[in-house]
C-alpha cells in the first residue's frame, strides 16, 4: 500500500521519517554512553588494582630484602649486620646499573631536526606570503557593490 493509498501526505511523511530519525539518534546517543559508563567503570577498576598492586609490589621489596639477609645469615653464618650491607649494596649496584643504562639510552636521544628545518622553511615561507586582494564583484549595472 502506497502513502497516497493511506492518506499521508508527503509533509506527513518527511515529519514521521524526522521523528523516526530524531529517536533513533536518541537511541544511539544513550547506547553510546552506556557503553562509555561500562568502559569507564572497567578501567577504574582496573586502575585501582594497578595501583594497590604497585602498592604490594613496593611494600614486599624490603621484606624480601631481610628475609634476604636473614637467609646469608642463616646460611652462611655471616652476622647480620654484614648480611643486611651485602643486601644493601646488592641494591646500589643494581641502581647504579640501571642509572648508567638511563644515562646510555637518554644520551641517545637527539633533537628533532628534521621537524625543526621544515618548520623554519615554513615559516619562512609563510612570513613572506601577502594576501592577495579580492576582486569585487559588479552588479548589472557595472558598479561594485
Not at 28 to 51: F, P, S
Request: glycine content about 10%; hydrophobic content about 50%.
Amino acid at each position: 500500500m502506497s502513502a497516497a493509498e493511506e492518506g499521508r501526505s508527503l509533509g506527513e511523511l518527511v515529519a514521521s521519517a524526522t521523528a523516526e530519525l530524531s529517536a533513533l539518534m536518541h537511541d544511539e546517543i544513550a547506547l553510546a554512553k552506556a557503553e562509555l559508563q561500562a568502559g569507564a567503570k572497567k578501567a577504574t577498576i582496573g586502575g585501582a588494582a594497578g595501583v594497590i598492586g604497585i602498592f604490594l609490589a613496593i611494600s614486599a621489596v624490603p621484606l624480601l630484602s631481610f628475609a634476604l639477609a636473614f637467609w646469608l645469615n642463616n646460611w652462611w653464618g655471616i652476622s647480620l649486620a654484614l648480611s643486611c650491607t651485602i643486601v644493601g649494596g646488592f641494591y646500589l649496584v643494581v641502581a647504579g646499573l640501571l642509572f648508567l643504562l638511563a644515562k646510555r639510552k637518554f644520551g641517545g636521544v637527539s633533537k628533532p631536526e628534521r621537524s625543526m628545518r621544515s618548520a623554519k622553511e615554513t615559516a619562512a615561507v609563510l612570513s613572506s606570503v601577502r594576501p592577495h586582494p579580492r576582486p569585487v564583484p559588479m552588479d548589472k549595472a557595472g558598479s561594485s557593490t
